[in-house]
């Protein structure tokens, strides 16, 4: 004898696995009891056929893949609920099935047709920006990391060390170029080039630092994550944007969980073994958690008494201990809305003058790139006709993006003619 499906549950559960160029779908309709599939390529014609399908109370599953919050809002207004699976929980109901298309719509759709099916939390629009403005920034920072790995690298094979933390300092610099002619032709290209590499990622991260630094302060919980020693406004924006709210999170465990820093556990018959941390939770939280317990354990205080305490153990695992810490008091510091009281008052002013500074670096270069966006858009006419000219288009675009005298030269464009007129107009500014 089956399972009859409760009243409650009696509307159609369709799921949705997603792909880049095709869709395949599983409809369950438990008045029939027979699923229906139907597979459709990613094109508007397509979509549009398989949305006039659709009833007010069908309940959708998807997968979370990279678009799936496309159809999150576009389907969410058409259907009674729309949910996104968790791959990772999803991944043990299926067991050793075999892994097919059809396979997982249909798990997708009766699990959810039962109210089985793990899903993840849907972030709002803003989460979701701050999110991906992170994710920017952080792959930025793991290429420049990777690039100075590569330098440092090259130069050992050489037998040639740098001691300099900061590759891109200058006494860095000039350390390595008295060092260049001890290398081969072939490694002092290649170190050229690498080096060519870390000023083109370094001036990324300068273009990206003032939206990182504006999305947040917009957010409410950073003046509070502020008056935590090794908290910066970088950081804030990507712990913040992996949590969304604390409210999420009934208990300090669970924050640390969801950022992967609990111990692995086997249990049985009363014994208990714990291993490493079990690393599935959020690798954003986790890495930006991180970056900040790293600052944290140089400072006096009691993260640093207890990195010594633990470092006997080895390195990772005192750094792990005080990740788990400083999240804890993360959550008690957002729960409560009271401020971290172990920080010196001088400490704290000097971190509040640096903060104001980024901040108003920040708003003035947004609102400079602002203002020549205006400039080019109201000279747009004159740039289109210039670019189709017998010339060609030779105006540098440099001064324009980095706000320097854009109307001016538009004006000096508009006025001359020739390519002798865009390039003294483009020296001069």
């Given amino acids: 004898m089956g399972y009859k499906p409760k009243e409650d549950h009696m509307s159609r559960s369709l799921g949705v696995d997603v792909h880049s160029a095709s869709i ?36 959708i599953a998807l997968e979370a893949t990279t678009n799936a919050y496309y159809f999150y809002d576009r389907w969410s207004p058409l259907v009674a609920e729309v949910v996104i699976a968790n791959t990772v929980k999803l991944r043990p109901w299926l067991g050793d099935e075999d892994k097919s298309d059809r396979n997982d719509a249909f798990w997708l759709a009766l699990l959810n047709m039962f109210g089985c099916l793990p899903c993840i939390w849907m972030p709002d629009p803003e989460t979701r920006q701050d999110r ?23 130069l050992r094979k050489h037998g040639l060390t740098n001691p300099a933390t900061d590759l891109q300092s200058v006494d860095a610099r000039d350390l390595v170029i008295r060092q260049h002619a001890r290398l081969s032709e072939v490694s002092k290209r290649i170190l050229n ?41 970088t950081l804030i924006l990507m712990m913040m944007a992996a949590v ?40 954003s939280l986790r890495w930006a958690i991180t970056e900040a317990t790293q600052s944290l354990v140089k400072q006096p205080g009691r993260f640093r008494n207890l990195y010594r305490k633990l470092a006997r153990k080895g390195h ?9 810490k400083l999240l804890t008091v993360i959550w008690h510091l957002l729960k409560t809305g009271e401020p971290y009281r172990e920080v010196r008052p001088a400490s704290r002013q000097r971190k509040q003058a640096r903060v104001k500074r980024k901040v108003t670096k920040a708003r003035n270069v947004l609102s400079e790139r602002r203002v020549v966006l205006e400039d080019l858009l109201k000279h747009a006419p004159q740039l289109k ?18 706000g320097r005298a854009a109307p001016s030269t538009l004006a000096l464009a508009t006025q001359k003619s020739g390519f002798e007129a865009f390039t003294a107009s483009s020296r001069q500014s």
């Fill in 24 to 59: 395949y779908v599983i409809t369950i309709d438990p008045s029939t009891c027979a699923p229906e599939s139907h597979e459709m390529p990613v094109e508007e014609q397509a979509l549009q056929a398989f949305e006039r399908q659709l009833r007010p109370d069908d309940r």
């Fill in 132 to 154: 991906e403005v992170a994710a920017h920034y952080s792959a930025l920072v793991r290429e420049r990391t990777r690039c100075k790995n590569a330098i440092r690298a090259l």
């Fill in 193 to 233: 080039s690498l080096f060519a590499q870390l000023d083109s990622i370094e001036a990324r991260l300068d273009s990206i630092q003032p939206l990182v630094v504006q999305r947040a302060v917009k957010r409410a919980e950073t003046p509070l994550l502020l008056t935590v020693p090794g908290l910066e406004l």
């Fill in 244 to 283: 969304g709210t604390i409210d999420r999170f009934p208990t300090p465990g669970s924050l640390v969980k969801y950022a992967g820093l609990i111990p692995k556990e086997k249990s049985s018959a009363g014994k208990i073994h714990r291993g490493g941390s079990q690393r599935t939770g959020s690798r």
């Fill in 316 to 324: 990772a695992v005192a750094m792990t201990a005080c990740a788990r």
């Fill in 385 to 402: 006709e210039l670019a189709g000219a017998r010339h060609g288009f030779p105006l540098s675009m440099r001064p324009a993006i980095a």
